[in-house]
């Protein structure tokens, strides 16, 4: 038996899918539940943020979450296969017009994703004021809150409509699953076979 | 504001129950160890080498000492006891097995008690796994145990040019995509009777670190077990026959081989906490 964490939305719409084509049987969780269970595997609804978390601590054996997540978390779980869906990128958004100058004395930057962000500069030596944001993270720049954001993009479309543009991406991210360090040795089978069938859904994709 | 009741996060409070458990643990390993010759070596809980070693420097508690030279509180008791036999005791004892319980400390402010042993000058990691293995049966805990070989993913890396981060995060869809038969056999590879026909398929220079662990496998008296050849993960001295002991998702074990100063040694470190919890959850 597995258990299968899963962020509520379309990934997990999305994963539930891939199951009922790999096995001919219909996944779907009863309104507002958050566990289904089913005589193999058993799944959970949660957070995308906590699904890291729950393979982190074992509370799943499995789960399916982006890597931007995984790489903002930093948790030690082992990425098994990318599921190519959800892609997108993070990028450094700035009104339209600025251009990026990593020269300046220190510049502040609005995001969701302090420590990819970080990192980001960290790497280019560039001291940064990095103000942590829950959402509308496009307002920052323009009230003065921040000279830039680093957001996920998928479309570019929110940016434009906010009068900001994309001035370099920091990573491309997709979901990928995910399992936990003891889950993958104790259920060492259980785990491949399932790896092994999800692959063959996402090549044929 | 420090409330009254607080206690340092990372900090350990056992009371009761669970300090009888503790002492229990104790007992038992101490009785195990003593049987299988081992004598006892309490180390001092400062200091001055330890930032010498340690892989992390961030994790050491610093202080300083009359002089203002350096001193760090131990976070590793390996490297404490392997230097202290080597460059203190050496004029007083040639005894070769040795253990220790006592706690590491790092920053800020973690507490891990452990149970140690270290065979200085064996090469056989058999002989120090198996006292491992006696105290766990005597505590009647049947942890899964996990044996790798450091080795393995190392000479996998240079033979095929592999980035080493592939294997420290088990990333299978990337090392399958690389179309390697021998490869997906090691991947795949879990149980002993199943070593004979990967050792046939891979490299003669993974060969001979397969037959490594297919005899460590053999030499223990233990049923519950893996091999997981492509384990990694950056050590800080462990560099080839590896094992860890693990149940849900706690570790209650590691140990393997090391060389220091030229001299090749096993040993292992018990985690008293987690096996703590598991007798106090199975009480």
Known sequence: ?205 | MMLEHEIPQGTKLYFGNTAKIKREIEAVASDVLYKADYEELITPLFSYHQHLSIADEKELIRVNDTQNHQLTLRADSTIDVVRLLDKRLGRNTSHQKWFYIQPIYMYPSKELYQIGAEYIGEKDLSKTLQSAIDIVKALKIKPLLQLSNIRIPELISQELGIDLDLFKHINIQKLLDRKVDWLKAIIYLEKLEDIDSVIEVVPDIIKLELERIKVLAQDIEYDNFVIAPLYYAKMLYYDELYFRMIEKNDVFARGGRYVNDEVTSVGFALYTDKIIEKLEGSK
């Open chain 1, 1 to 205: 038996m597995l258990t299968v964490a899963l962020p509520k939305g379309r990934i997990a719409e999305d994963t539930l899918e891939i199951f009922a084509s790999i096995f001919g049987e219909e996944f779907k969780f009863d309104d507002r539940k958050l566990i289904l269970e089913t005589p193999n595997f058993k799944f959970l609804l949660v957070r995308n943020q906590d699904v890291a978390t729950y393979v982190y601590h074992q509370a799943a054996d499995i789960g399916v979450v982006g890597l931007d997540t995984l790489e903002e978390q930093g948790l030690d779980v082992i990425r098994l296969l990318d599921l190519n869906k959800g892609v997108c990128k993070v990028s450094i958004g700035m009104r339209k017009g600025e251009k990026l100058d990593l020269n300046k004395p220190e510049l502040k930057v609005a995001t969701k994703m302090v420590n990819i962000t970080k990192r980001y500069f960290a790497e280019r030596a560039v001291a940064v004021d990095i103000i942590k944001l829950y959402g509308s993270i496009e307002l920052a720049p323009l009230v003065g809150l921040a000279d830039m954001i680093v957001d996920v993009v998928e479309t570019g479309a929110t940016m434009k409509q906010n009068g900001l543009e994309v001035v370099a991406d920091i990573m491309t991210s997709s979901t990928y699953l995910i399992a936990n360090k003891n889950s993958y040795f104790e259920k060492k089978s259980e785990v491949l076979d399932i790896f092994e069938k999800i692959s063959k859904v996402v090549e044929n994709d």
